[in-house]
């Protein structure tokens, strides 16, 4: 695969980004595609390695290691090196239908996971999937492509994320009549209205879209499933029903003051900045006024790097941002080998820019929020913090962050933005429909399987498996794709 001695011969070399002080002058990607000639030297230096765990997509120590999609990586890694454009494309759309999402927001558990990764750096294997679907595009390589039998039998899908649009995906291929439902007033759901424009731009999205509308997929927006249109509508009207709502509880913080004035979830706030910038270029302020103010973000993720970002685009004049957990070690430990997922520090686009700007690390690790303070008028002016300490739990023997007394500290705020995760389904949903929920509040289904105590209807994606990555929730689609499929037809020959 590639170059035998390519990892040897070239260096790693990914695709150059804007300087922070520039890119956070907009909201647009500010990643550079390296030329054709440096991406083929990039696939060069995927490995003849034996083993290719970069596609393993694996559980390994309770984190994923290589691709869920198992994504044929060292296959079109070696077709791109070797120029067969072409057919790195056709691999490339066997396993994932959406590289064009994965290529801008997947952490890459399959870097992770490359063998290269033991020695050196990994094979740029995220930026070489762009590279490929990004050519396809522009050579007019992606065409709408309907299915020439159709089967009459008629799926409903309630939810436009990337678990909906992958099953939408594959059963039209197979010849059903897909109509997915979406609640809000655009197609994309956690890619649309969770991830901001930076990292996946609007128009990438509706590029796809677009795609699946010519090959007979109905998408019907503003519809709120029990309000716009009752479960048993859809239950009547046709054959099955695949639920993949995402898992849209966000986590709250219960801390005396929580109803002061200037606390929003992060998923809220960061859907208002979204639907602000594509209706009227933020003319229209739809999300809270952040320019001046002093933001501290409560979660150490991805959503709350999102959040970060956003707001120093928004003109904040300072960000924090609070993490429960210890600060990572910057290399691995000994109890993290490879390929297991490495617990090492990252710092992402938002840190950098918040370095850049305010001149240190926004991040304060083992801190959580005591209390929020607030004015005599109910307005947040800023938040009592206490450090915390990983200690073992004397029933369980799991180790757990404890308060440590006598550590509170108090700092100013005009804004606090809580994007300390999801806790499951809207039981909402789960009652309209009358499926079961499990201990997790995820829809409840055996275990492998997909289909809900209810027997036509199915579940994918974070509202079955909880709160997760891309590339799980398009791998989960799939997989319920396929069950559909045969519960439909009597058996499956979707891949």
């Not at 065409?143 to 009459?152: E, F, S, Y």
């Amino acid at each position: 695969m590639g170059k035998p001695t390519g990892f040897m011969e070239y260096e790693r070399k990914g695709n150059p980004a804007l300087e922070p002080l520039e890119r956070i002058q907009n909201f647009k990607e500010f990643h550079i595609l390296l030329s054709m000639e440096e991406r083929k030297s990039q696939g060069a230096r995927c490995m003849d390695c034996g083993v290719p765990f970069c596609q393993s997509g694996v559980i390994l120590n309770g984190m994923a290691s290589g691709c869920p999609l198992n994504n044929l990586i060292p296959e079109w890694n070696d077709l791109l090196y070797h120029g067969n454009m072409e057919e790195a494309l056709d691999r490339l759309l066997k396993t994932n239908n959406f590289p064009e999402f994965t290529s801008r927001v997947c952490p890459s558990p399959c870097e992770a996971a490359c063998t290269c990764n033991l020695v050196n750096n990994p094979v740029s294997i995220k930026e070489n999937e762009m590279g490929i679907i990004e050519y396809g595009y522009q050579q007019g390589l992606i065409k709408a492509n309907p299915p020439k039998v159709r089967t009459g039998k008629r799926v409903a899908i309630v939810g436009s994320g990337p678990a909906g649009l992958a099953a939408a995906d594959l059963l039209n291929r197979r010849g059903h009549l897909i109509t997915v439902y979406e609640r809000y007033d655009r197609i994309g759901g956690l890619l649309m209205y969770g991830i901001p424009n930076m990292k996946l731009e609007k128009h990438i999205i509706d590029r796809k879209i677009n795609l699946m509308k010519e090959e007979g997929i109905t998408f019907v927006v503003n519809t709120e499933i029990g309000k716009d249109i009752k479960a048993a509508q859809l239950l009547k009207e046709y054959d099955s029903v695949i639920l993949a709502c995402g898992a849209s509880k966000p986590r709250d913080i219960t801390a005396p003051g929580r109803d002061a004035k200037g606390i929003y979830f992060a998923v809220d706030f960061l859907r208002s900045v979204t639907k602000s910038l594509l209706d009227s270029e933020l003319k229209e302020k739809l999300y809270p006024e952040v320019k001046g103010k002093k933001v501290i973000v409560i979660g150490g993720g991805d959503t709350g790097n999102d959040c970060v970002g956003t707001s120093i685009r928004l003109g904040a004049k300072s960000v924090l941002q609070l993490e429960m957990m210890p600060k990572p070690s910057k290399e691995r430990m000994a109890s993290n080998p490879w390929p297991e997922w490495p617990k090492v520090l990252k710092t992402d686009y938002g840190q950098e820019e918040a370095i850049a700007v305010f001149g240190n690390d926004p991040r304060i690790f083992e801190t959580t929020v005591k209390e929020f303070k607030k004015d005599k008028d109910g307005k947040l002016i800023g938040v009592i913090t206490i450090k915390l300490e990983q200690k073992q739990d004397k029933k369980t023997g799991r180790m757990i962050m404890q308060p440590i007394k006598g550590s509170e500290q108090e700092l100013s705020a005009d804004l606090v933005l809580l994007a300390a995760g999801f806790l499951g389904t809207q039981d909402e949903i789960a009652k309209e429909f009358d499926v079961k929920l499990n201990e997790r509040s995820n829809v409840e289904t055996e275990q492998g399987s997909y289909q809900t105590s209810k027997k036509n209807v199915f579940t994918a994606g974070d509202m079955h498996r909880g709160q997760s990555l891309v590339v799980w929730a398009i791998h989960e689609g799939r997989e319920a794709a396929k069950q559909v499929d045969e519960y439909l037809m009597g058996y499956t020959n979707l891949i």
